[in-house]
């Protein structure tokens, strides 16, 4: 039997030139011509298992008339078959310190060796190399381009709006593992703070998260961090162009809430851009 493919899209396997490791990038080609100036970009991290949903959602919603603009989704994910495989990738690219042993003892459900700490070196493939390879394919917009990430990538999503606002234009951090290392992305959040008014591109930030992500006595406090998180960006002053938005999903658990997000997601992205 022929193996199923992605229609109008491309598949391209690159290995990092910054930290010697293979990705695949899933690259969907609007049903639209561009406008001028290029595309707007929906870079999907964890994209093995979220490409199709998001690229499914935003071509076919820009089709159907003026929901969403034409847009580029580019699923950023790993060579392979083996889905275990990628949740051990993941903690090295998406994950900004090491855990300690007992975190460690947890991960057993991801196979091949599973490092961590890698997310400053992820952020720059994602600015350097994978930008510039979906460039080389479709005419895009560098000025509109947007990150999703959920669980360790929403993690991630903030770690990297801490330390380079001005990378995207947008970012989209869904059920976010705030508590990662005691809570270390936190302390980037008050030199994010300060430095908002300031910026030349002021992003944009939506944070989500399923009601049902924090069972009783939870050390993981899903909700609550994000919750709180979400009221201090709330309070924040910003430039023009800075704009903030939350919201819990209501009945949602921690894997189910990424489909109901989506929609939202991709208004929050892509109906200013």
């Known amino acids: 039997m ?37 595309y707007p970009v929906l870079y999907v991290l964890d ?3 979220y490409f199709g949903s998001f690229a499914d959602a935003a071509r076919l919603r820009a ?40 975190e460690k003892a ?21 600015t350097q190399e994978v930008r510039a390879r979906v460039a080389e394919v479709l005419p895009v917009d560098p000025a509109r381009e947007s990150v999703f990430g959920h669980s360790l990538g929403g993690l991630f999503v903030l770690h ?3 330390r380079r606002p001005d990378a995207f234009s947008a970012w989209l951090s869904l059920s976010p593992s705030i508590w990662w290392d005691d809570r270390v992305v936190l302390k980037g959040e008050a030199g994010f703070a300060s430095a908002l008014a300031g910026l030349a591109r002021p992003p944009r930030l939506f944070v989500g998260v399923g009601s049902l ?32 938005a939350s919201k819990v999903f209501e009945g949602e658990t921690h894997t189910g809430v990424v489909w109901p997000a989506i929609n939202p997601l991709l208004d929050f992205a892509l109906k200013d851009a």
């Open 2 to 38: 022929k193996a199923a493919s992605y229609p109008l899209a491309r598949q391209q396997d690159f290995t990092s030139r910054i930290n010697g490791k293979a990705y695949r990038l899933r690259i969907a080609t609007p049903y639209g011509p561009p406008p001028e100036g290029g």
């Open 106 to 126: 947890n991960h057993t459900f991801a196979s091949g060796e599973i490092r961590y700490a890698g997310a400053d070196d992820f952020l720059e493939i994602l």
């Open 63 to 102: 089709a159907a008339g003026l929901e969403l603009p034409h847009a580029v989704v580019v699923g950023v994910g790993y060579p392979g078959e083996d889905f275990t495989g990628a949740l051990g990738r993941r903690f090295l690219d998406l994950t900004p310190t090491e855990p300690d042993a007992a």
């Open 160 to 162: 990297s709006l801490f």
């Open 213 to 244: 992500e924090q069972p009783e006595g939870s050390p993981a406090r899903m909700v609550d961090n994000a919750v709180e998180l979400s009221a201090r960006f709330s309070a924040l002053s910003g430039p023009p162009g800075w704009r903030f």
């Open 47 to 49: 994209g093995d298992g």
